[in-house]
Protein backbone atom coordinates (compact mmCIF):
# COMPACT_ATOMS: atom_id res chain seq x y z
CA UNK A 1 0.00 0.00 0.00
CA UNK A 2 0.79 3.64 0.13
CA UNK A 3 2.77 3.53 -3.58
CA UNK A 4 1.65 7.10 -3.81
CA UNK A 5 4.17 8.00 -0.96
CA UNK A 6 7.09 6.75 -2.59
CA UNK A 7 6.60 8.00 -6.50
CA UNK A 8 5.19 4.65 -7.60
CA UNK A 9 8.43 3.28 -7.59
CA UNK A 10 8.79 -0.12 -9.19
CA UNK A 11 11.95 -0.49 -7.39
CA UNK A 12 10.43 -0.06 -4.12
CA UNK A 13 7.86 -2.26 -4.62
CA UNK A 14 9.80 -5.14 -6.04
CA UNK A 15 11.94 -4.73 -2.83
CA UNK A 16 9.29 -4.63 -0.45
CA UNK A 17 8.04 -7.88 -2.22
CA UNK A 18 10.80 -9.90 -2.06
CA UNK A 19 11.19 -9.47 1.48
CA UNK A 20 7.71 -10.58 2.26
CA UNK A 21 8.27 -13.40 -0.20
CA UNK A 22 11.31 -14.59 1.61
CA UNK A 23 9.32 -14.34 5.07
CA UNK A 24 6.13 -15.88 4.13
CA UNK A 25 8.19 -18.88 2.42
CA UNK A 26 10.53 -18.89 5.06
CA UNK A 27 7.48 -19.75 7.65
CA UNK A 28 6.11 -22.23 5.55
CA UNK A 29 3.81 -20.48 2.83
CA UNK A 30 4.01 -21.88 -0.73
CA UNK A 31 5.10 -19.21 -2.98
CA UNK A 32 2.74 -19.95 -5.73
CA UNK A 33 -0.11 -19.28 -3.02
CA UNK A 34 0.31 -15.78 -2.70
CA UNK A 35 1.07 -12.70 -4.82
CA UNK A 36 1.71 -9.02 -4.50
CA UNK A 37 -0.10 -5.95 -5.35
CA UNK A 38 1.15 -2.11 -5.50
CA UNK A 39 -1.72 -0.28 -4.37
CA UNK A 40 -2.72 3.35 -3.29
CA UNK A 41 -5.85 2.74 -1.23
CA UNK A 42 -5.90 6.10 -0.53
CA UNK A 43 -6.15 7.45 -4.33
CA UNK A 44 -8.40 4.03 -5.59
CA UNK A 45 -5.00 2.28 -7.72
CA UNK A 46 -4.56 -0.98 -8.62
CA UNK A 47 -7.67 -1.50 -6.32
CA UNK A 48 -10.37 -2.26 -8.75
CA UNK A 49 -8.90 -1.33 -12.51
CA UNK A 50 -5.31 -0.80 -12.59
CA UNK A 51 -3.47 2.08 -12.67
CA UNK A 52 -1.49 4.53 -15.35
CA UNK A 53 0.78 5.17 -12.86
CA UNK A 54 2.26 2.01 -12.21
CA UNK A 55 2.28 0.54 -15.99
CA UNK A 56 5.27 -1.58 -14.93
CA UNK A 57 2.76 -3.80 -12.92
CA UNK A 58 1.66 -6.73 -15.01
CA UNK A 59 -0.64 -8.21 -12.97
CA UNK A 60 -4.30 -7.79 -12.26
CA UNK A 61 -5.69 -5.21 -10.26
CA UNK A 62 -6.42 -6.56 -6.75
CA UNK A 63 -10.17 -7.13 -6.61
CA UNK A 64 -9.90 -9.06 -9.34
CA UNK A 65 -7.30 -11.16 -7.23
CA UNK A 66 -9.42 -11.13 -4.24
CA UNK A 67 -12.60 -12.24 -6.53
CA UNK A 68 -10.44 -15.09 -8.05
CA UNK A 69 -9.09 -16.82 -4.82
CA UNK A 70 -12.39 -16.78 -3.22
CA UNK A 71 -13.64 -20.51 -2.41
CA UNK A 72 -17.14 -19.42 -3.14
CA UNK A 73 -18.76 -22.59 -4.96
CA UNK A 74 -19.28 -22.11 -8.97
CA UNK A 75 -22.77 -21.39 -10.03
CA UNK A 76 -24.03 -24.94 -10.48
CA UNK A 77 -27.10 -24.46 -12.36
CA UNK A 78 -27.74 -23.64 -15.88
CA UNK A 79 -30.59 -20.92 -15.41
CA UNK A 80 -30.48 -18.27 -17.87
CA UNK A 81 -29.14 -14.93 -16.62
CA UNK A 82 -28.79 -11.64 -18.43
CA UNK A 83 -26.66 -8.66 -17.32
CA UNK A 84 -28.68 -5.81 -18.96
CA UNK A 85 -26.50 -2.50 -18.96
CA UNK A 86 -28.73 -0.24 -21.09
CA UNK A 87 -30.56 0.66 -24.11
CA UNK A 88 -29.28 1.56 -27.52
CA UNK A 89 -32.68 2.70 -28.90
CA UNK A 90 -36.50 1.97 -28.20
CA UNK A 91 -36.67 -1.87 -27.73
CA UNK A 92 -33.24 -3.34 -28.11
CA UNK A 93 -31.38 -3.56 -25.13
CA UNK A 94 -27.68 -4.40 -24.31
CA UNK A 95 -26.19 -6.72 -21.52
CA UNK A 96 -24.13 -9.58 -21.13
CA UNK A 97 -24.93 -13.28 -20.65
CA UNK A 98 -23.50 -14.51 -17.72
CA UNK A 99 -24.75 -17.40 -17.20
CA UNK A 100 -26.94 -20.35 -19.35
CA UNK A 101 -27.93 -19.93 -23.16
CA UNK A 102 -30.30 -17.14 -24.45
CA UNK A 103 -32.43 -18.35 -27.45
CA UNK A 104 -34.21 -16.14 -30.07
CA UNK A 105 -38.15 -16.55 -28.90
CA UNK A 106 -37.11 -17.10 -25.54
CA UNK A 107 -39.49 -15.09 -22.89
CA UNK A 108 -37.94 -13.39 -20.49
CA UNK A 109 -38.57 -11.28 -16.95
CA UNK A 110 -36.70 -8.77 -16.14
CA UNK A 111 -36.01 -8.37 -11.95
CA UNK A 112 -36.68 -6.08 -10.31
CA UNK A 113 -40.13 -5.46 -11.57
CA UNK A 114 -40.60 -8.33 -13.18
CA UNK A 115 -41.74 -6.95 -16.64
CA UNK A 116 -42.21 -9.46 -18.79
CA UNK A 117 -40.55 -9.52 -22.79
CA UNK A 118 -39.64 -11.71 -25.63
CA UNK A 119 -36.20 -12.08 -27.51
CA UNK A 120 -37.11 -11.64 -30.80
CA UNK A 121 -33.67 -10.97 -32.57
CA UNK A 122 -30.40 -11.37 -31.06
CA UNK A 123 -27.25 -9.79 -32.21
CA UNK A 124 -23.94 -10.75 -30.95
CA UNK A 125 -20.87 -8.90 -32.91
CA UNK A 126 -22.36 -7.33 -35.03
CA UNK A 127 -24.19 -10.24 -36.46
CA UNK A 128 -27.53 -11.92 -35.59
CA UNK A 129 -28.09 -15.23 -34.05
CA UNK A 130 -30.30 -17.82 -32.97
CA UNK A 131 -28.48 -17.91 -29.21
CA UNK A 132 -25.81 -16.45 -27.28
CA UNK A 133 -23.93 -18.30 -24.85
CA UNK A 134 -22.57 -17.66 -21.82
CA UNK A 135 -19.71 -14.82 -22.10
CA UNK A 136 -21.69 -13.30 -25.08
CA UNK A 137 -21.97 -9.16 -25.06
CA UNK A 138 -25.67 -9.04 -26.68
CA UNK A 139 -27.72 -6.34 -28.09
CA UNK A 140 -31.59 -8.48 -27.76
CA UNK A 141 -34.65 -6.70 -29.67
CA UNK A 142 -37.17 -7.00 -26.76
CA UNK A 143 -40.12 -4.72 -28.06
CA UNK A 144 -41.54 -1.86 -26.09
CA UNK A 145 -39.43 -0.67 -23.26
CA UNK A 146 -41.04 2.70 -22.38
CA UNK A 147 -39.06 5.11 -20.31
CA UNK A 148 -37.97 2.47 -17.99
CA UNK A 149 -33.95 2.12 -16.87
CA UNK A 150 -32.96 -1.04 -17.43
CA UNK A 151 -29.34 -0.49 -16.39
CA UNK A 152 -28.32 -3.43 -14.09
CA UNK A 153 -31.37 -5.14 -14.48
CA UNK A 154 -31.62 -8.93 -14.93
CA UNK A 155 -33.16 -11.33 -17.16
CA UNK A 156 -34.06 -14.54 -16.75
CA UNK A 157 -36.44 -17.12 -18.83
CA UNK A 158 -39.94 -17.37 -18.26
CA UNK A 159 -40.10 -20.17 -15.69
CA UNK A 160 -36.98 -20.61 -14.71
CA UNK A 161 -35.57 -19.89 -11.18
CA UNK A 162 -35.13 -16.27 -10.34
CA UNK A 163 -32.67 -14.00 -8.71
CA UNK A 164 -33.03 -12.23 -4.99
CA UNK A 165 -34.82 -9.06 -5.42
CA UNK A 166 -34.70 -6.95 -1.86
CA UNK A 167 -33.68 -3.53 -0.30
CA UNK A 168 -30.83 -5.20 2.11
CA UNK A 169 -29.05 -7.49 2.46
CA UNK A 170 -25.98 -8.55 4.72
CA UNK A 171 -22.15 -8.79 3.20
CA UNK A 172 -18.54 -9.38 3.58
CA UNK A 173 -16.25 -6.09 3.32
CA UNK A 174 -13.10 -5.31 2.56
CA UNK A 175 -12.84 -1.72 3.31
CA UNK A 176 -9.80 0.93 1.82
CA UNK A 177 -11.53 4.08 3.94
CA UNK A 178 -13.95 5.08 6.88
CA UNK A 179 -17.47 4.13 5.90
CA UNK A 180 -19.08 7.39 6.43
CA UNK A 181 -20.81 10.22 5.41
CA UNK A 182 -23.16 10.02 1.99
CA UNK A 183 -23.08 6.36 0.78
CA UNK A 184 -23.62 4.28 -2.56
CA UNK A 185 -22.56 1.32 -3.82
CA UNK A 186 -22.28 -0.22 -7.25
CA UNK A 187 -23.96 -3.59 -8.10
CA UNK A 188 -24.39 -5.11 -10.93
CA UNK A 189 -23.50 -1.88 -13.02
CA UNK A 190 -26.35 0.68 -11.10
CA UNK A 191 -25.55 3.47 -8.92
CA UNK A 192 -27.56 2.97 -5.95
CA UNK A 193 -27.89 4.98 -2.84
CA UNK A 194 -26.97 3.17 0.34
CA UNK A 195 -26.99 2.88 4.76
CA UNK A 196 -24.44 0.65 6.39
CA UNK A 197 -25.26 -0.62 9.60
CA UNK A 198 -23.91 -2.70 12.53
CA UNK A 199 -20.55 -2.69 10.28
CA UNK A 200 -18.18 -4.77 12.28
CA UNK A 201 -14.52 -5.78 11.73
CA UNK A 202 -13.31 -9.03 11.44
CA UNK A 203 -10.83 -10.38 13.89
CA UNK A 204 -7.98 -12.16 11.28
CA UNK A 205 -6.78 -14.36 13.74
CA UNK A 206 -10.23 -15.72 14.92
CA UNK A 207 -12.15 -15.22 11.91
CA UNK A 208 -14.83 -13.70 14.43
CA UNK A 209 -16.56 -10.22 14.29
CA UNK A 210 -15.02 -7.57 16.73
CA UNK A 211 -17.39 -4.93 18.97
CA UNK A 212 -15.96 -2.14 16.58
CA UNK A 213 -16.23 -0.65 13.22
CA UNK A 214 -13.49 -1.72 10.60
CA UNK A 215 -10.59 0.10 9.80
CA UNK A 216 -9.00 1.18 6.84
CA UNK A 217 -7.68 -2.18 4.99
CA UNK A 218 -9.65 -4.00 7.18
CA UNK A 219 -12.18 -6.86 6.47
CA UNK A 220 -15.63 -6.75 8.36
CA UNK A 221 -19.21 -7.67 8.31
CA UNK A 222 -22.06 -5.16 7.90
CA UNK A 223 -25.88 -4.73 6.73
CA UNK A 224 -26.66 -2.58 3.60
CA UNK A 225 -30.00 -0.89 3.34
CA UNK A 226 -30.62 -0.04 -0.51
CA UNK A 227 -32.65 3.35 -1.27
CA UNK A 228 -34.44 0.76 -3.63
CA UNK A 229 -35.07 -2.64 -4.61
CA UNK A 230 -32.06 -4.43 -6.93
CA UNK A 231 -31.66 -7.65 -7.98
CA UNK A 232 -28.73 -9.93 -6.87
CA UNK A 233 -27.73 -13.50 -6.33
CA UNK A 234 -25.73 -14.20 -3.29
CA UNK A 235 -22.01 -14.29 -4.17
CA UNK A 236 -21.35 -18.07 -2.47
CA UNK A 237 -24.13 -18.90 -5.13
CA UNK A 238 -23.11 -16.78 -8.17
CA UNK A 239 -20.02 -14.91 -8.12
CA UNK A 240 -20.95 -12.61 -10.40
CA UNK A 241 -23.89 -10.60 -9.55
CA UNK A 242 -23.05 -11.05 -5.75
CA UNK A 243 -20.17 -8.77 -5.71
CA UNK A 244 -20.32 -4.72 -5.30
CA UNK A 245 -17.91 -1.63 -4.47
CA UNK A 246 -18.76 1.01 -2.23
CA UNK A 247 -17.96 4.85 -2.19
CA UNK A 248 -18.61 7.11 0.95
CA UNK A 249 -18.41 11.26 0.08
CA UNK A 250 -17.70 10.22 -3.57
CA UNK A 251 -14.59 8.42 -3.16
CA UNK A 252 -14.12 4.66 -3.44
CA UNK A 253 -14.16 2.98 -0.06
CA UNK A 254 -14.04 -0.77 -0.64
CA UNK A 255 -15.55 -3.97 -2.07
CA UNK A 256 -18.01 -5.98 -0.90
CA UNK A 257 -19.56 -9.66 -1.38
CA UNK A 258 -23.02 -10.58 -0.77
CA UNK A 259 -23.58 -13.01 1.99
CA UNK A 260 -27.44 -13.17 3.02
CA UNK A 261 -30.39 -11.28 1.79
Given at each position: ?34 SFVPVSAYRGENLIKKSRNMRWYSG ?194 GIGTIAKA
Amino acid sequence: NKMDAVGYSEEAFSKTAAALSKYLTGIGFDAKSFSFVPVSAYRGENLIKKSRNMRWYSGKAMMDLVYESSRAKAFSKTELRILLQGKIEEGKAIGRVVSGVLRKGDNLVLFPGSQTAKAKEIIVAGKRQASAKKGDSVAIELGKLGKMDISGKIACRYGESKPIVAASFSAMLFVTAVLKGSTYIVLNGSKIPTKITDAKAIDIDTGRTMARAPKPLEAAYATFMLKRKAAFEKFEDFNELGRFTIYCNGKFAGIGTIAKA
